[in-house]
């Protein structure tokens, strides 16, 4: 089993950035990609970024040059760096991992979520 344990979320203004933390504990080592989803309220979940163990991105175009995926393989830890956030970004954001070996941003490739942080951006 894989344990997820996000950070950093919290309230920022439209324009504003946030850094969130994910670190991966468990049988960390079957994990290789690992990615961000985010759910807002009446809304499905979705994911926004994902990374490869080999360090290889792919993004949601809605965030796009915005956000930032990076991953610390050594300690089994993920960040998304989130800059010009808009209202729209506004979710409960997840971590998640998976033992595919590829970047997909389909959320039901992912075998491990955490709990979720919450991000509110205010107009």
């Known amino acids: 089993q894989v344990q997820l344990v996000e950070s950093g979320g919290g309230l920022v203004q439209a324009g504003g950035s946030l850094r969130l933390s994910c670190a991966a504990s468990?049988?960390?080592?079957?994990?290789?990609?690992m990615g961000w989803g985010r759910q807002a309220p009446g809304k499905q979940r979705e994911l926004v970024a994902a990374?490869?163990?080999?360090?290889?991105?792919r993004y949601e175009d809605s965030v796009k040059g915005r956000f930032t995926i990076s991953r610390d393989n050594a300690n089994n830890t993920v960040y998304l760096q989130m800059n010009s956030l808009k209202p729209e970004d506004t979710a409960v954001y997840y971590c998640?991992?998976?033992?595919?070996?590829?970047?997909?941003?389909?959320?039901?490739?992912?075998?491990?979520w955490g709990q979720g942080t919450q991000v509110t951006v205010s107009s």
């Open positions: 990374i490869s163990s080999g360090g290889s991105t």
């Open positions: 998640a991992a998976g033992k595919i070996s590829y970047p997909s941003i389909l959320f039901s490739r992912y075998d491990y």
């Open positions: 468990g049988t960390a080592a079957t994990i290789n990609s």
